[in-house]
């Protein structure tokens, strides 16, 4: 059974950084290419960030420069590393392995 479990979000101002964690268990994790998304209450989930298996990394053209995906195959875990943030950048951020599963989120607030 594939699990997913996201933490790390949280309240930050403008600016500010975040770290999100992403534990996997129940698939061959050191073969998937993971993915973070995002999502904001009636808008469509987006993808923010994959790595591949290989390490190659792909950007939305919004978090570009900014945020930075990897991964710890030892430890089945993800992170995003998230600076120089926005308030745009608000919304409830989600694992996704290949299947597709998807973890339960984390919510990030960027606000003063």
């Known amino acids: 059974q594939v699990r997913l479990v996201e933490s790390g979000g949280g309240l930050v101002q403008p600016g500010g950084s975040l770290r999100l964690v992403c534990v996997a268990s129940?698939?061959?994790?050191?073969?998937?290419?993971m993915s973070w998304y995002r999502q904001v209450p009636d808008k469509d989930r987006e993808l923010v960030a994959t790595?591949?298996?290989?390490?190659?990394?792909y950007y939305a053209d919004s978090v570009k420069g900014r945020f930075t995906i990897s991964r710890l195959n030892s430890k089945r875990t993800i992170y995003l590393q998230m600076n120089a943030l926005k308030p745009d950048d608000t919304a409830t951020y989600y694992c996704?392995?290949?299947?597709?599963?998807w973890g339960q989120g984390t919510q990030v607030t960027v606000s003063s």
């Open positions: 790595i591949t298996n290989q390490g190659s990394t």
């Open positions: 129940g698939f061959s994790f050191d073969s998937a290419t």
């Open positions: 996704k392995s290949p299947d597709p599963s």
